[in-house]
């Protein structure tokens, strides 16, 4: 059993920039699709980016398109969202899972802590 585990988050000023790591333990997840996920307060969690195995394919969630930057290393068994020019919206607790496939964005692996990121105005 693959556990996820979240990085990278923090407190940062709108327009700023954050990069999340999502690693895994337990087993690699290399041959996994994985995506990032957030939810923010009295909200449903939210699809946000998303990733296949090989990296080749990328999907991302309109309000992130041109902002956030999804990318993997298999060798570190390492996902990582480069997110830029944050917005006040942005603010959630980010989480990363292994989804069903990169395209279809359903989650399959259980969450795990998350991620507080904070943007301010």
């Known amino acids: 059993q693959v556990q996820l585990v979240e990085s990278g988050g923090g407190l940062v000023q709108a327009g700023g920039s954050l990069r999340l790591s999502c690693t895994a333990s337990?087993?690699?997840?290399?041959?996994?699709?994985v995506g990032w996920f957030r939810q923010a307060p009295g909200k449903e969690r939210e699809f946000v980016a998303s990733?296949?195995?090989?990296?080749?394919?990328?999907y991302y969630a309109e309000s992130v398109e041109g902002r956030f930057t999804i990318s993997r290393d298999n060798t570190k068994s390492m996902v990582a969202l480069q997110m830029n020019t944050l917005k006040p919206e942005d603010t959630a607790v980010y989480f990363c899972?292994?989804?069903?496939?990169?395209?279809?964005?359903?989650?399959?692996?259980?969450w795990g802590q998350g991620t507080q990121v904070t943007v301010s105005s």
């Open positions: 990733i296949s195995w090989g990296g080749g394919d990328k």
């Open positions: 899972t292994i989804v069903k496939s990169a395209f279809g964005k359903e989650p399959l692996g259980s």
């Open positions: 337990g087993r690699t997840f290399s041959t996994d699709d």
